[in-house]
Structure formats: structure tokens, C-alpha cells
């Protein structure tokens, strides 16, 4: 009957009660009449049909200016409603209607232009179910005060719940049920720490985003059955390569190497190993490891705190392949052309014995300034010869479309206690380990996919031709004109644009502007290819110890390759579940973004916390009604608030992406330089807030 609902009413633009639609559809009977109830409701649930207060009923296609999507609030207390095919509604402060971060929200566009403002209807969808908060004395006893301040709500606590719990804890809050508009019953599910206690924030933010740092008892009991060396026995039908130079190249603390490399030059082609931690051995389906590997979906890495998906005695352990030790590991050995084609490959279980364990910066010494210690020595050749293939692949794959946004990434260093925030060194050696690794996840990928069998992809859409639009709006705003032709919205146009703005003094704002006009990179059964990297086929099978899904390819190439399964029954499984997987592992890697975010707040607000009253120059970053947002040149971002703009009344020009002084005309927009002082920052809040500084008045730091 739903179909039979959408369709009468598809061309009208009025709602109309449940009677009018009764008499549409011609129904006659009672029982009739509470079927379509019934599915007006499913459609209601489905947010295909919008039911007004009156209870009439219309499509929502119908109603242009009536947009569901799910509210992202910001820190300021302003937010957007974030739309699937077009641009994100900013809701203005006074226009949330009480919805709260994540909730799925009804919401009416006010505004449109470049940036389209939109007032909250209704709330169809509490996203809420846990938050985290420090317990606090007030006159009628204790009480929660909820630390992400995005979330503007009033907490009832069950008493009974606040056994144990003192002044300063912090605590994980189960909301029961909602007691009026933004009031809750929650209850305390667990204490995590008290407030002064080391990592406490750390340890607050993965209790937010439902990070366990410790695995439960079926898995610690299952851990007794995993050994500390691979046996013997383990070694049979796998291919014996530790007589081969292979070796690991991480970052200098990296303790959970799942990837290895080694190389030999041929006459007229290069033979690229690229040999991956065989997780799958130890790691079963229908086992305690195996679902809670499943559960926690990938590793998440907050800071300096490292939260796995895998115990530490199987990532830190069995399946790391450490330096001078046997490991097994399933390998993807690649014939590579001069023009950087694989031409021929082979795929195959193993075992190695990593010959060193490389770092970055060692590496980058060698690839980059021809300085080495002598332990490197016996490599250099070698990896100098990687570096020539690197370049390679990487030219092929800058001609075929690739897209390199070229965006400089924070890191929080930690040395002795001390915080620094540092720009992520990129060089020779962390590009020649992210290219060889897309060949073979690539190579993978062709393989499963030129069998037609069902397996997991990871999948990059192309951009809403509506965002790229707004984008070059944006540009025109600025005084730029792209030369570049956007009837196609290929790969290739993308890199042109920002080729186009390379020189720009704006790029990094601008580049960092269009790689958000994008789609986000996700995993699914169904092969679409991936646009930023202008690749057809496309998986994750290199990190099986940090993310499940290249954990699932490990056991699919097994299944294929190795037991050669094709019968209908599993065909039909895999099927439904790798829908199941795709969808969970998108979601899990969603989480930990958002945590691995929020942990990198904190740090910056921390670091800034010892930097009050110091003075930087920046650059602005982004424009709002409320003031303007800088980023330093370590990419620590805070905001200018219009109230430490002084000398005038500034007003907020949108569609010039400015703030005008109405008296002096003085104008602050994207991309300016300018002097300011950090005058506050709060690391429980993550705000930092800057002032900006009359010419002479200080130097920078």
C-alpha cells in the first residue's frame, strides 16, 4: 500500500487527513482504513511523508523548504543540519528549538544563498542515549554537570545510581527517559575516574564515544589460547620468504606493524612485495575475539592513548611483524611496468622475518638529505630504489586524476609531559608507504571484483554538482575566476581547480573548503570506485590489525583463494553480510573521527593554556555573524568574537564572506592575515579565544 500512498499523493502540494487519502485511494472497509494508518506512519517513520501538528499529510519532495537531516551543534551553540545531496542548513542560536547535537531533526529553510540559514521545526529522533559529565555539590546534594557543552540539557539523577561517586568524578550518564523539553532522568553506569586524575580527559572522551580501553572476560580467556611465536605447524602451504630483504617502515612509536615491503629490480620492471599481518589465522569468526574485533570495528588513536580493536598480545604481539622474528602474513607481490602499471601479481599466504624496523624520520634522512646511520646501511640501496618506484606510481596516479588536497595535518607530541602541536612531517618515506600500500589494496580489489564474487569496497562518490557549485559561488566572492571547465565533474577538474588556486594566498582555507564539498569515503558491498583517488576498484586490505574491513578481505581472499568456496550458501551469506559489515565499519570509523577530534581540542586548548596573553600571526579561517575564526600556523584554530574587534560596529556581510566595520568600512574576510592574542582557553571546553592586536602594539611569538 505504500507504494500506492506516495504515488496519489505525488502531485499534490497540500496536506490532506487521513479521510481525504482514504477517499483518494477508493478504500471502502474499517480494516482498510487502519491499514493505511498504519503505513502513513511507517512513511511518517521513514521520512518520506511529513505529518503536520493538524495531522494532515504530504511528501516531503513536496515541500521544498522542509529538509531532514541530523544536527550537528557547535561549541557557540549555533549548528547545521547536515543534508545528504546538498549543502548543510546553518541553524542560527535562537533557532535550534531544542535539539541537541545528533539528533535528527526536522528543519525549515529561511534563507537561501551561499550559505543556506534554516530555522528546527521539530525534533523526529533523540540521538542521545549516553553522555559523559563531572559530579558536582549543589544546596539539594550531588548532581552532573554535562562536559561536552554542546549539549544543552538539564540532568535529573537517579540517587540510587550515585552510590560511590564523590565531588570532581567523572561519570558516564545512561539517559533512562525524557522528562520534558531537554530534561532528563540519567542514571550513573560508570564511574571513570576522578577529575585530577592523569589522562582523565582522554579517558572521559572515549567513554563519550563509547571507547573501551579494556576487553571483556570471554576474550581475555580466549587471549590463553593465542601463542607468543607461530609454530611450526603453522608454516605449512605457506610461502617461505624470510630469505628475502623485507623490512617495516612506522611512525617512531608504532608498536602494531601490519605491513611490510620489499622490492627487486627487474630488467624492464620493478617486483613490488607488499606482505600484510595474517590476522585471519588467529582471529575467527563465531569467537569471542572475532566479535569484539567486529564490535569495535577499528583502532582509535587519541593522542598518545591507544584504544585497539585487537588485544595487545595480538596486535603489539603474534601479528606484528616485528624486527628478527617469524610472522605470517598474506602477500601481494605486484610486477610493475616504467609507467607505474601493474602489468602481473600474484597473491598468496606466507611468512616473513622482518630483516628491520624502519621509522619515518630515519627513512626521510635517507630519501630526502643522503644521511644515514650505519645501521641503515646494508637498506639505502634498496630504499632508494622504492623511492624510484614511488615516484612512479605516484605520477601515474597524479595523470589518471588523483587528487592531493595538499592539507596540512595537526599532531600533538608529547615529550616528558610537555604538549606541542606540530604540523605532520609528509615526506618521501610516509608517501612511498601510502602509494605502495593503494597498489595493492587496489590490486586486491580488481582481483575479487573481476571474479564477480561479493566482497567489501571502499568507496568514494562523486561531489554534489549543487556543492562544487557554491564552492566557485564562493571563489567569485573572492574575486577569483576558475578557468576550469565544471560540466564534468571528473577527477581531473578537481585537481585542475586546485592547481588553479596552488599560488592563491587563501589555499590552505580554500583547499580545505572543497575537500568538505566532498562526499565522504566509505565502505560498501557494492563497488562504485573511489573519486579521490580516481580509482575504479578500491579496498582496505593493508591494516587488518587496526580495521576490520581489511580484516573481513583477509578472510574473503581466503575463502576465494584458498578454500575455494563459491557455493550459493556462502555466496547468499556473504551477501547480507558484508551490507552488515560495510555499514557498521563506516559508522565505528565515523566514532573514532569524532573522538580523535575531540581529543585533539582538548590538546590545542591545553597547549594554549600555557600561551595566554602570547601573540601570533594568523590566518582567517572562517566568517560568522559572532566573529571570525583564525588559525595559527601550527593549525591550532580559536575565534576572534566581534566583542574583541574594536574601533567600530562590525556587521556580517555573507555573501562577501566578511565582516564590515559600518562606520570605517574596515573589512576582515577569509584568508586575511592578522595579529591577534590568545586570551583565553579552556581544555575542558576546547575553546580558545584570540583578540586581534593594534599594529605595534607587540610582536609575534
Do not use: W
Not at 451 to 480: A, C, E, W
Amino acid at each position: 500500500m505504500k507504494d500506492e500512498i506516495v504515488s496519489k499523493l505525488n502531485n499534490i502540494h497540500e496536506a490532506k487527513t487521513l479521510i481525504e487519502i482514504n477517499d483518494l485511494l477508493g478504500l471502502k472497509t474499517p480494516e482498510e482504513l487502519h491499514e493505511l494508518e498504519t503505513n502513513l506512519k511507517e512513511l511518517v517513520d521513514e521520512y518520506q511523508i511529513f505529518q503536520t501538528k493538524k495531522d494532515k499529510y504530504i511528501l516531503l519532495k513536496n515541500c521544498p523548504n522542509l529538509k531532514i537531516g541530523r544536527y550537528s551543534a557547535n561549541k557557540k551553540g549555533f549548528g547545521f543540519v547536515l543534508l545528504d545531496q546538498e549543502d548543510d542548513l546553518y541553524i542560527a542560536p535562537n533557532d535550534t528549538n531544542g535539539a541537541l547535537h545528533d539528533d535528527i531533526v526536522l528543519a525549515q529553510v529561511t534563507k537561501h544563498g551561499i550559505k543556506k540559514e534554516g530555522s528546527i521545526i521539530r525534533v523526529l529522533k533523540r540521538q542521545l542515549k549516553t553522555l559523559v559529565g563531572e559530579v558536582v555539590k549543589t544546596p539539594k546534594g550531588l548532581s552532573v554537570i554535562p562536559d561536552d557543552i554542546k549539549i544543552h540539557c538539564q540532568l535529573v539523577i537517579d540517587e540510587n545510581s550515585m552510590q560511590g561517586c564523590v565531588e570532581g568524578h567523572k561519570v558516564l550518564i545512561t539517559l533512562v527517559k525524557e522528562l520534558g523539553k531537554n530534561r532528563f532522568l540519567g542514571k550513573v553506569s560508570k564511574i571513570i575516574g576522578h577529575k585530577d586524575d592523569p589522562d582523565i580527559e582522554i579517558l572521559s572522551i572515549a567513554s563519550k564515544y563509547n571507547l573501551d580501553p579494556n576487553f571483556n572476560e570471554q576474550v581475555i580467556e580466549e587471549l590463553k589460547s593465542i601463542p607468543n611465536e607461530v609454530s611450526k605447524e603453522d608454516l605449512k602451504n605457506r610461502k617461505d620468504l624470510t630469505g628475502q630483504m623485507i623490512f617495516t617502515i612506522d611512525g617512531e612509536h608504532t608498536k602494531d606493524i601490519d605491513d611490510a615491503i620489499s622490492l627487486e629490480v627487474l630488467e624492464d620492471a620493478y617486483l613490488l612485495g607488499v606482505h600484510i599481518a595474517d590476522v585471519s589465522h588467529y582471529v575467527k569468526e563465531n569467537t569471542a575475539l572475532g566479535d569484539e574485533a567486529y564490535n569495535r570495528a577499528t583502532s582509535n588513536y587519541l593522542a598518545d592513548t591507544v584504544i585497539p580493536m585487537l588485544p595487545h598480545q595480538i596486535s603489539n604481539g603474534i601479528c606484528s611483524l616485528n624486527e628478527g622474528v617469524i610472522r605470517l602474513t598474506m602477500s601481494c607481490v605486484m610486477k610493475i611496468n616504467k609507467e607505474g602499471d601493474v602489468i602481473s601479481y600474484d597473491i598468496f599466504e606466507s611468512y616473513i622475518k622482518s630483516a628491520k624496523k624502519m621509522t619515518y624520520p630515519k627513512v626521510n634522512d635517507i630519501l630526502m638529505r643522503d644521511k644515514y646511520d650505519e645501521e641503515y646501511a646494508p637498506f639505502v640501496d634498496t630504499l632508494k630504489k622504492m623511492n624510484e618506484l614511488a615516484h612512479i606510481l605516484r605520477k601515474n596516479k597524479i595523470k589518471r586524476g588523483y587528487i592531493d588536497f595538499m592539507i596540512d595535518e595537526a599532531e600533538v607530541v608529547m615529550n616528558n609531559g610537555k604538549i606541542d602541536i606540530v604540523k605532520r612531517q609528509r615526506e618521501d618515506g610516509e608517501n612511498l608507504i601510502e602509494d605502495f600500500m593503494i597498489a595493492a589494496n587496489e590490486t586486491v580489489a580488481s582481483h575479487i571484483a573481476n571474479m564477480d564474487l561479493p566482497f567489501i569496497y571502499r568507496v568514494h562518490g562523486s561531489p554534489n554538482p549543487d556543492k562544487i557549485t557554491d564552492f566557485t559561488n564562493l571563489l567569485k566572492q573572492l574575486g577569483y575566476h576558475l578557468e576550469t571547465n565544471l560540466t564534468s565533474l571528473s577527477p581531473k577538474a578537481m585537481q585542475k581547480i586546485l592547481l588553479e588556486l596552488k599560488d592563491k594566498p587563501e589555499f590552505p582555507i580554500l583547499s580545505s573548503m572543497l575537500l568538505r564539498s566532498m562526499k565522504k569515503a566509505v565502505y560498501q558491498k557494492d563497488n562504485i570506485g573511489h573519486f579521490g583517488l580516481a580509482s575504479k576498484t578500491y579496498t582496505h586490505f593493508t591494516s587488518p590489525i587496526r580495521r576490520f574491513p581489511d580484516l573481513t578481505v583477509h578472510r574473503l581472499l581466503k575463502t576465494y583463494l584458498i578454500d575455494q568456496d563459491f557455493s550459493m550458501t556462502t555466496i547468499n551469506y556473504l551477501d547480507n553480510y558484508l551490507v552488515l559489515v560495510s555499514e557498521h565499519s563506516s559508522e565505528k570509523e565515523q566514532n573514532a573521527l569524532n573522538a580523535e577530534r575531540d581529543v585533539l581540542d582538548m590538546k590545542m586548548a591545553q597547549y594554549m593554556e600555557e600561551h595566554v596573553g602570547d601573540v601570533y600571526t594568523a590566518i582567517i579561517s572562517g566568517v560568522n555573524s559572532f566573529g571570525f575564526f583564525v588559525q595559527l600556523p601550527n593549525l591550532i584554530e580559536g575565534l576572534v568574537p566581534v566583542r574583541n574587534i574594536h574601533g567600530d560596529y562590525f556587521e556580517y556581510i555573507p555573501e562577501r564572506l566578511s565582516l564590515i566595520g559600518k562606520r570605517t568600512n574596515k573589512t576582515y574576510r577569509l584568508g586575511d592575515s592578522v595579529q591577534v592574542k590568545c586570551t583565553a582557553s579552556s581544555r575542558k571546553t576546547g575553546l580558545i579565544d584570540f583578540e586581534l592586536i593594534k599594529e605595534g602594539e607587540e610582536n609575534g611569538s
